[in-house]
């Protein structure tokens, strides 16, 4: 006979009616290294064939899943091999057209993003990376689906500032070319030190070279769903609070499992992980920053946000991962600003600024992101901000990313609408001081000691 | 295959037999059934066994599902193993 009481049943679906619970993304990851053809336009058609046809059954069996379990499916996605190691094979300069390929293969399988338009340059560059990186700009205001993703820096490798300076150029660039959507290019463009090989959310999920021919990778949310369980808690000490999160943590990601093991199964590709990601949404209800607030902050971006960020961020990994078979990708809680809206309302009151969100970065997954400064940022300003973000994710041994939007033609005080799940970007200050000559001195920051940690 | 049936709305004449009904056309047998009305609202949650089913589990959820909607209710049908997944190790 039944063996739930009716509570647990209900808490379920309340948690699927009004607390935002879901399933993020089912992302397939798909090796395209054997792609590589001298003729690119051979090779265009190979990457073709191999997404649509690894990937035709990936949206409807998600689909299924979602109605057979009642459980949201948001996103279904694909990544693929970084695509610097496969176009590098072909006799051309101009890499767009790999690019366009992607993007056909994309709408082909009715997928909503593809990411791997990527390069991993944390300790050099062959001309392959350079070609790869001087075509985002372009790549991304023609394309729709395709997202790009630069690896400058590791905790091995340190930081290659020459990439970083061009990184730089290539955000701006970006914002330029799709200025008419108010540089909605960058909000697919992200850069990263630490890169994972497994990554489900986009933008910089890619399919790592350590990776099998297909895997099938899953990212849950649910912010509203911890907030939920954290207002039963009022008061009460930060041991209580911890251990309210990792019991929620356990359940939801639970479900992630289930869901992944079964688009594994029906779709007879490898399961690779489950990734412990929370993901706000811009819905009320759907927040990381009203979380923090529940911890008792007034506005996200006070005194004690990191330390509240800190405790979740921890808590989130310590709940899930005994509730998954393998844990992988960026597994942590997500900071992005646009896609926050308690974010959005601490940026928007001028609480929250960007040093205290890069204070925040180093204790969370995964860095500054979904972040609009004003147009007039300079090249060199932005390549700063990676900089900076690239050290403490380097020196952390974490992953940290970048994803700020240069605003064309907008100051502070403005803000920046790209809709849906990406929502609305208050443009945020940034220091006037410059860093060019910072930035023009180009090479390597050398690989920090691991040992004599203070 | 078993999966759980929760009807939840406002409290109307006949909800049972409708929903029991839909379930016997289609050969879902009914395992467990209880229900509560609580301030006017109406909850009901059955266990059903849906392997003999004549639909895919997928098609018969979204029927139950606008049975629901033209009555005024939130209907579902899900499969136990979410349950399982959630609330039990």
Redesign the interface.
């Known amino acids: 006979?039944?063996?739930?009481n009716?509570n647990?049943?209900?808490?379920?679906?309340r948690m699927i009616?009004q607390q935002h619970l879901d399933v993020r993304t089912i992302t397939m990851g798909i090796s395209l290294l054997d792609c590589c053809d001298e003729d690119p336009k051979a090779a265009c058609g190979k990457i073709y064939d191999k997404i649509a046809r690894s990937a035709q059954d990936l949206v409807k069996t998600g689909?299924?899943i979602e109605?057979?379990?009642?459980?949201p499916i948001v996103h279904k996605r694909v990544s693929v091999t970084p695509m610097a190691l496969v176009a590098g094979a072909s006799d051309t300069e101009d890499y767009v057209p790999f690019a366009q390929a992607m993007d056909a293969a994309a709408k082909a399988v009715g997928v909503n993003f593809i990411g791997g338009f990527s390069a991993l340059v944390q300790k050099g560059m062959t001309p392959a990376d350079r070609r790869l990186i001087v075509a985002i700009p372009q790549a991304l205001a023609q394309t729709d689906l395709v997202c790009a993703s630069v690896n400058v820096g590791t905790t091995k490798a340190g930081i290659n500032m020459d990439a970083v300076a061009l990184m730089g150029r290539m955000v701006k660039e970006t914002a330029r070319r799709t200025a008419d959507r108010g540089g909605f290019g960058c909000a697919k463009l992200v850069i990263f030190c630490n890169a994972v090989e497994d990554n489900p959310f986009m933008a910089g999920a890619f399919h790592g070279v350590g990776e099998g021919d297909r895997v099938i990778n899953v990212g849950v949310s649910g912010p509203g769903v911890v907030h939920s369980a954290l207002q039963a808690v009022k008061g009460q000490s930060f041991d209580v609070v911890a251990e309210t999160v990792k019991k929620t943590a356990f359940?939801i990601t639970?479900?992630g499992?289930?869901v992944a093991q079964e688009a594994s199964r029906r779709l007879g590709v490898p399961f690779g992980i489950v990734d412990l990601s929370l993901a706000p949404t811009p819905a009320v209800g759907d927040s990381v920053a009203r979380i923090l607030e529940e911890m008792g902050l007034e506005t996200c971006g006070a005194h004690g946000t990191t330390a509240a960020l800190a405790l979740l961020n921890d808590a989130v990994k310590k709940g899930g991962v005994m509730a998954s078979s393998s844990v992988g990708g960026l597994s942590g809680a997500f900071i992005p600003v646009s896609e926050d809206e308690g974010m959005i309302a601490a940026a928007q009151s001028g609480v929250l600024s960007l040093d205290k969100l890069e204070a925040m970065t180093c204790v969370c997954s995964v860095g500054l992101d979904m972040i609009a400064v004003p147009g007039d940022t300079p090249a060199e300003t932005i390549a700063a901000i990676i900089a900076d973000e690239a050290a403490v994710g380097m020196v952390n041994s974490k992953t940290t990313a970048v994803r700020l939007i240069p605003a064309p033609g907008k100051g502070v005080g403005e803000t920046v609408e790209f809709g849906g799940l990406l929502g609305s970007a208050p443009v945020m200050p940034v220091h006037p001081q410059s860093s060019a000559p910072f930035i023009a001195r180009g090479g390597r920051i050398p690989a920090p000691l691991q040992s004599l940690k203070n | 295959m078993r999966a759980i049936v929760t009807v939840i709305g406002k409290d109307t004449v006949g909800i049972i037999a409708a929903v029991c009904a839909l379930l016997s056309q289609h050969q879902v047998n009914v395992l467990d059934i209880s229900q509560t009305v609580l301030q006017e609202y109406f909850t009901m949650i059955m266990l059903v066994d849906a392997k003999d089913s004549d639909l895919p589990f997928a098609d018969l959820a979204e029927l139950l599902q606008k049975e629901g909607e033209a009555r005024g209710l939130s209907i579902r049908m899900q499969r136990e193993d979410i349950f399982n997944a959630m609330h039990r190790i």
Not at chain 1, 1 to 4: A, K, L, Q, R, T
């Open positions: 006979m039944p063996m739930f009716n647990e049943i209900l808490d379920t679906i009616d689909e299924d109605r057979e379990f009642g459980i359940r639970r479900m499992q289930l």
